[in-house]
């Protein structure tokens, strides 16, 4: 059974710092692009950054520049986000995806992603 599943979201105070962690069963990660999106009532998801498997390129999106980093641990089958000087403004469900592409440049366009985990929830508030 192909599953991705996320952890490490919480409550976090405004400038603190969260690592997400994605994790796979049936997949190896390591031979697929994988991003990171995240999510709020009533707004369409949108990708925050992803990671391809062409020399493990990143991307990510511009208001996350600088703050974010996502990185992946081969042996451990793991992709991870590290999230620093949060903002109220990210508080979202975060998810992890695989996308159906490959190769050196990355897509962050939901419909591009064919397993998706169940979202972990990030709060940034005081």
């Known amino acids: 059974q192909v599953q991705l599943v996320e952890s490490g979201g919480g409550l976090v105070q405004p400038g603190g710092s969260l690592r997400l962690s994605c994790a796979a069963s049936g997949i190896t990660l390591e031979y697929s692009a994988i991003g990171w999106f995240r999510q709020v009532p009533g707004k369409e998801r949108e990708g925050v950054s992803c990671i391809t498997n062409h020399e493990d390129r990143t991307y990510y999106e511009a208001s996350v520049t600088g703050r974010f980093t996502m990185s992946r641990d081969n042996a451990e089958n793991m992709v991870y986000l590290q999230m620093n000087s949060l903002k109220p403004e990210d508080t979202a469900i975060y998810f992890c995806?695989?996308?159906?592409?490959?190769?050196?440049?990355?897509?962050?366009?939901?419909?591009?992603?064919?397993?998706w985990g169940q979202g972990t929830q990030v709060t940034v508030s005081l």
């Open positions: 995806a695989r996308a159906i592409y490959s190769g050196p440049t990355c897509i962050l366009r939901p419909a591009l992603f064919d397993v």
